[in-house]
C-alpha cells in the first residue's frame, strides 16, 4: 500500500498569513494526488484533484502542487473558514491512502 | 448532488449491521461509489468500492471477509453489510462519491456513527 506521511501534523496561523501543507508519498504517484478540508463534525470536501486542480467553487486562495512523491497545498491568504483539517490522498493505485491529516488551528 | 447515510447505531463485537447510502442529484448508475470510515479523533480510511454498475468490488484489507459492499441502482442506493464486527470497526462511515477519475472523492454524505461495543 501507499502511504502518505503529511507535515506538518499541526500548525498554528493568523488571518491573512500563507500557509503551506506538505505531502510525501512513499512511491511515485504521478500526479495521483488530491487534497480534502474537513471541518469539526463535519463530511471531508473535496478542494484539489490531480495536484493541482481546483474543484469548482473553491476559492482561489487554494493552490496545490507537486508530482511523483513530494505535493504541497498552500493557502495564500488564510481566512477564518479555512480553520480545519486538511487530508492528502492518493488515487494511483486501489487501495486509495490518506495522509494522517494536517490541523491548521487559529494563533 | 445529495448522499443520505443511514442504518448506524450500537451493535456488540461479532455482530452485524448494514448500513445504506442514499443517493439524488446525479445520476446514480453512472458513478463508482466508495465507503470512507473514520475512527473517533482518527484520519479517514477508504474501505470499500463499487464501480457503477457494481459489476466489480474493491475492500480494504482490514475488513476483506467481513463487510460486502453492493448497490440497488434502481434504488439509487449504496449499502455496506457489516459483519463478525470489532471494537476496531467504531467509526463515522461515510458514503463518497467517485468522481470521473477513480479512486477522487467529489462529494460526501454526513455519515452515519457505527459503535461496537459490549
Known amino acids: 500500500d501507499i502511504q502518505l506521511t503529511q507535515s506538518p501534523s499541526s500548525l498554528s496561523a493568523s488571518v491573512g498569513d500563507r500557509v503551506t501543507i506538505t505531502c510525501r508519498a512513499s512511491q511515485s504517484i504521478s500526479n495521483y494526488l488530491n487534497w480534502y478540508q474537513q471541518k469539526a463534525g463535519k463530511a471531508p470536501k473535496f478542494l484539489i484533484f490531480?495536484?493541482?486542480s481546483l474543484q469548482n467553487g473553491v476559492p482561489s486562495r487554494f493552490s496545490g502542487s507537486g508530482s511523483g512523491t513530494d505535493f504541497t497545498l498552500t493557502i495564500s491568504s488564510l481566512q477564518p473558514e479555512d480553520f480545519a483539517t486538511y487530508y492528502c490522498q492518493q488515487s494511483y493505485s486501489s487501495p486509495w491512502t490518506f495522509g494522517q491529516g494536517t490541523k491548521v488551528e487559529i494563533k | 448532488v445529495q448522499l443520505l447515510e443511514s442504518g448506524g447505531g450500537l451493535v456488540q463485537p461479532g455482530g452485524s449491521l448494514r448500513l445504506s447510502c442514499a443517493a439524488s442529484?446525479?445520476?446514480?448508475?453512472?458513478?463508482?461509489m466508495s465507503w470512507v470510515r473514520q475512527a473517533p479523533g482518527k484520519g479517514l480510511e477508504w474501505v470499500s468500492g463499487?464501480?457503477?454498475?457494481?459489476?466489480?468490488?474493491y475492500y480494504a484489507d482490514s475488513v476483506k471477509g467481513r463487510f460486502t459492499i453492493s448497490r440497488d441502482n434502481s434504488k439509487n442506493t449504496l449499502y455496506l453489510q457489516m459483519n463478525s464486527l470489532r471494537a476496531e470497526d467504531t467509526a463515522v462511515f461515510y458514503c463518497?462519491?467517485?468522481?470521473?477519475?477513480?479512486?477522487?472523492?467529489?462529494?460526501w454524505g454526513q455519515g452515519t456513527l457505527v459503535t461496537v461495543s459490549s
Open positions: 490531480v495536484a493541482s
Open positions: 463518497a462519491r467517485d468522481s470521473s477519475t477513480s479512486g477522487t472523492f467529489d462529494f
Open positions: 463499487i464501480s457503477d454498475s457494481g459489476g466489480s468490488t
Open positions: 442529484g446525479f445520476i446514480f448508475s453512472s458513478y463508482a
